[in-house]
T-cell receptor
């Protein structure tokens, strides 16, 4: 089984709808991240969480919100989707600072299309 | 701010050809540098990394050397295979978590 899973893998929705993307991990990592990928722009950080009680905005958080329901679960919501939020969304996890292991592990991605 | 610039693609090669993907960075501190690979339909995977100047990261026949004097971290492989077809991302990290990614380079290897 994959260590970082995302649901759904694909979603088509309409402008104004509320959408939730979910991420689960079995790696036991404290840190979790949400990125979006757009052609020609690489990945940009939306939100990140260092533990269940710690949520932080990334570089492009406007129009998004997150919830860290448990160490293993981190959800991304679009309260009112708009077409320029059409993108590929990735969840990632990593160990805490000081462990000496700094690799981020990515889920398979969710392709979201907003019509 | 901290940023990464990598060569634009797409890059199309024949099997056993030599691959180079250029990556340069701008950073105010001393970043760690990474190459991630994204195979079709999958998430990103760490390919290799280097944490200080002159370090060489290597994995699966790929290599990249952290060159502080030229602020570069070019990815190379001497003989590519069809299975190397993917999107490659250069990234840097300042501090202990934030990754800044390049735009990605799509590589297609033909048999």
């Amino acid at each position: 089984d994959a260590d970082v899973t995302q649901t759904p893998r694909n979603r088509i929705t309409k402008t104004g709808k509320r959408i939730m993307l979910e991420c689960s991990q079995t790696k036991g990592h404290d840190r979790m991240y949400w990125y979006r990928q757009d052609p020609g722009l690489g990945l940009r950080l939306i939100y990140y969480s260092f533990d269940v009680k710690d949520i932080n905005k990334g570089e492009i958080s406007d129009g998004y919100s997150v919830s860290r329901q448990a160490q293993a679960k981190f959800s991304l919501s679009l309260e009112s989707a708009i077409p320029n939020q059409t993108a590929l969304y990735f969840c990632a996890t990593s160990e805490s600072a000081g462990t000496g292991v700094d690799t981020q592990y990515f889920g398979p991605g969710t392709r979201l299309t907003v019509l | 701010g901290d940023s990464v610039t990598q060569m634009e693609g797409p890059v199309t090669l024949s099997e056993e050809a030599f691959l180079t993907i250029n990556c340069t960075y701008t950073a105010t501190g001393y970043p760690s540098l990474f190459w991630y690979v994204q195979y079709p339909g999958e998430g990103l995977q760490l390919l290799l990394k280097a944490t200080k100047a002159d370090d060489k990261g290597s994995n699966k026949g790929f290599e990249a050397t952290y060159r502080k004097e030229t602020t570069s971290f070019h990815l190379e492989k001497g003989s590519v295979q069809v299975s190397d077809s993917a999107v490659y991302f250069c990234a840097l990290r300042i501090g202990d978590y934030k990754l800044s990614f390049g735009a990605g380079t799509t590589v297609t290897v033909r048999a």
